[in-house]
Structures are given as structure tokens and as C-alpha cells.
């Protein structure tokens, strides 16, 4: 793989859009409440794809916005204090277009966001750095090309216990690891074929002996049959064991506290249902729930061993799409759900923690924002998963 070094004009690109501060005409600033649902929209359709509650108090988020000027998707960032009231927004772009898919806060505040670029398929990872404002301070991109559409990749980062990063995505349609220095600069890649015809990295965690566990998904030629995969590396990325699973795609895993690992999928275009599979420490199926139609996108473990689950499921009525927040016990038994949504179609992409012990869900909303167009969207409740 060749890591692009001639990257100043994009750079230049890069500081004179993100110095566009884009606010919503139509936002209020609202009292301090612990929470709420926000919509943040531009000119056109805006998704959040990652968020996070910062080291402030406040949120972070990260997805794409659809341009006037360029009809292409731009990398946004969203910045709000903890009523969700926004600060800043910036926009990172070129002609080509890009969308931001996950993001991690750095020692100094700032944060650093992963992404592809593309046209009709994914080219290009990108790994942007930006300081507590949202300025960029370096970039690197990474020649990753891929089948797979730009608005359904899903690469994803995560700061390693080396203060680097470990980015997980496709290339060549193989499931493909990045590992970086804490200056993105590349310290080795590793891929993987699963002898499908398509394979993308879908989430990657690191473990607690410092090696990788990666969810990849798996289809044929036709996109007909899907697969779920499950790789475990050591800490330089050479694969330990991989095991398949049933069940249609797959989107986040995590590591249990007892060393096991539990991941969740599900696919709302072919009516199958959100799925959460518990794994242990080898790769061995331990158990398999299913829920509602739709996609369970994202999740977290709790303390006392419960688990929170979100993503979109179809309602009946409107045949449209809510977003849900599902709370199970440490065996996926479902304990109570929350649904969020309107008569047209809303997505929950990610899921975080907040420091009140409530829950954080990024996304987009047709029906709760401005009418007529997509709007990122951001809900915080509280820990029973209600808005006061």
C-alpha cells in the first residue's frame, strides 16, 4: 500500500473550507439540560455516523453534508456543549466525496476522524487530525480501494495503548488493518481473504493481551448471501483464529469483561432482524438472540453486566424506520426497548455512554428536523433511555 505524502493543496482545501462555521438559521440555544434531542441541518442531507461526550462535557460529532456548491458529501464535524447547543461546525472536503465514520478525542483535545473518499466506490481512508477547534493540523491518506459503496463502508479507529491508532476497513475487497503512530504515519498493514467475493472490515477493537479482534462482513457476488466473520490478531495484526457465524450484517464488537467478545448486526433492506452474538475468548458461539426487524448498528456494555443496543427497526404502521434503544440483561434477554422517530425514515448509527450514566445516540432523522431533507441527528436520554 502506498500512503499518499503529497498532500498540501488538500490541506489548503481543508482550512478554507472548515473556516465556513455553517449554524442553522433555525436553532435556539436551549437552557442546560441533561437531555434532549438536537437536529443539525444545512443547505441539504446531513447524517452523524460517530459521536462522542468530550472531555469538556460537551459532544462531538462526525458524518457527512451534502454541498451546494460542489453535489458531493463533505466530512462534518460538529462540536455542542452538554445541551447539545452547538458550538462550531466545520466541513472538510474536495471534489470528490468524502464521509467521516468514526472519530477519537487526543491528549490535547483535539480529535482525529477516519473516512473514505470516493465516486462510485471507496479510493481512499482518510485520517484527518484537527485541534480542539476543529482546525486541521495534518492528514493522511491511504490507498484502500473497494467495492463496496462510499455511504455503506463503515472504517472505523481506535486509539491504541501506544497512544497510535488502529483503523480497520477494505482494500482490494479484503478486510484490511491499518496500524499508525500517534502521528498517523503508517507502521504496518496486514489484509485478510475469507475466500468471499467481498470482504470489508467492519469494527476493531484492541484486546487485553494487545492484539485486535475485527468484524468483518462478507458477501458473494451478487450481495445475495451475507456472512459474518470474526478475526482475532495478535498485536502486529498476523491472525490468531477466524470463525464464521450466521446471521445477516455485521456492525460493532466489543470485548466482555471476562475476556469474551459479543457483537451485534442485522439488516432492515431484506427484512432481517438486529441481532447480538456472544462469542467466547476462541471464537466459539456461546449464544444468539434476535430482536426486531431492522439493524442493531451499535452498543455498549454496562457495569453490572447488561448490555444497551441501538439502531433502526421498521415500524408497522408507516413502514418507515425508528431509531430503538434496546436494554438487555448479560444474556440478551431483553429487559425494556425506546423507540425515536416520526412518520418517515430515522437511523441510529452509534451509541456512547455519557458521564451521567445516560445514553448518547448519533444518527439522521427525516421527520424530526427541518421537513423534507435528511438532518444529523442527536439524542441524549437518560439511563432508562427516556428525554425529560
Not at 32 to 48: K, P, Q, V, Y
Not at 231 to 242: A, P, R, V, Y
Amino acid at each position: 500500500m502506498k500512503m499518499k505524502n503529497n498532500y498540501q493543496s488538500f490541506i489548503i482545501c481543508l482550512f478554507s473550507i472548515a473556516s465556513l462555521c455553517l449554524f442553522s438559521c433555525s436553532e435556539e440555544k436551549i437552557d442546560d439540560t441533561s437531555t434532549f434531542i438536537r437536529t443539525f441541518g444545512e443547505s441539504r442531507n446531513d447524517a452523524f455516523r460517530a459521536g462522542l461526550q468530550t472531555s469538556d462535557g460537551g459532544y462531538i460529532m462526525c458524518g457527512y453534508t451534502w454541498t451546494d456548491a460542489t453535489f458531493v458529501l463533505d466530512m462534518y464535524l460538529v462540536k455542542t456543549d452538554n445541551a447539545g447547543n452547538r458550538l462550531w461546525s466545520k466541513t472538510y472536503g474536495t471534489s470528490k466525496s468524502e464521509i467521516a465514520f468514526s472519530l477519537v478525542e487526543t491528549e490535547d483535545q483535539g480529535y482525529v476522524l477516519c473516512g473514505a473518499r470516493g465516486d462510485r466506490g471507496v479510493e481512499t481512508t482518510i485520517l484527518i487530525k484537527t485541534d480542539y477547534q476543529g482546525n486541521p493540523e495534518w492528514l493522511k491518506t491511504f490507498d484502500t480501494p473497494s467495492y463496496c459503496s462510499l455511504e455503506r463502508y463503515c472504517s472505523s479507529i481506535q486509539r491504541t495503548s501506544d497512544s497510535g491508532f488502529i483503523i480497520c476497513g477494505s482494500m482490494d475487497n479484503d478486510a484490511y488493518l491499518i496500524k499508525t503512530d500517534s502521528e498517523g504515519n503508517e507502521l504496518w498493514h496486514q489484509s485478510f481473504g475469507i475466500n468471499y467475493q467481498y470482504e470489508f472490515g467492519r469494527s476493531i477493537k484492541q484486546t487485553t493481551d494487545g492484539g485486535f479482534i475485527v468484524l468483518v462482513f462478507s458477501t458473494d457476488d451478487d450481495g445475495i448471501y451475507t456472512y459474518t466473520n470474526v478475526i482475532k490478531t495478535d498485536g502486529l495484526g498476523n491472525e490468531e483464529w477466524s470463525q464464521s457465524y450466521s446471521g445477516s450484517e455485521p456492525y460493532c464488537i466489543n470485548q466482555t469483561k471476562d475476556g469474551d467478545y459479543l457483537f451485534c448486526g442485522g439488516d432492515e433492506y431484506n427484512s432481517q432482524p438486529s441481532f447480538l452474538i456472544s462469542i467466547d475468548h476462541s471464537g466459539n458461539q456461546k449464544w444468539h438472540k434476535e430482536y426486531y426487524l431492522g439493524e442493531g448498528r451499535s452498543f455498549i456494555l454496562l457495569d453490572d453486566g447488561g448490555i444497551v443496543i441501538t439502531g433502526c427497526l421498521t415500524e408497522s404502521e408507516y413502514q418507515s424506520y425508528d431509531i430503538f434503544l434496546l436494554r438487555t440483561g448479560g444474556q440478551g434477554n431483553e429487559l425494556w426497548i425506546k423507540t425515536f422517530g416520526g412518520l418517515t425514515d430515522d437511523f441510529g448509527y452509534d451509541l456512547q455512554c455519557t458521564s451521567d450514566e445516560g445514553y448518547m445516540i448519533c444518527g439522521s432523522t427525516w421527520s424530526l428536523g427541518s421537513g423534507g431533507l435528511e438532518d444529523a441527528l442527536l439524542i441524549i436520554t437518560d439511563p432508562n433511555g427516556d428525554i425529560e
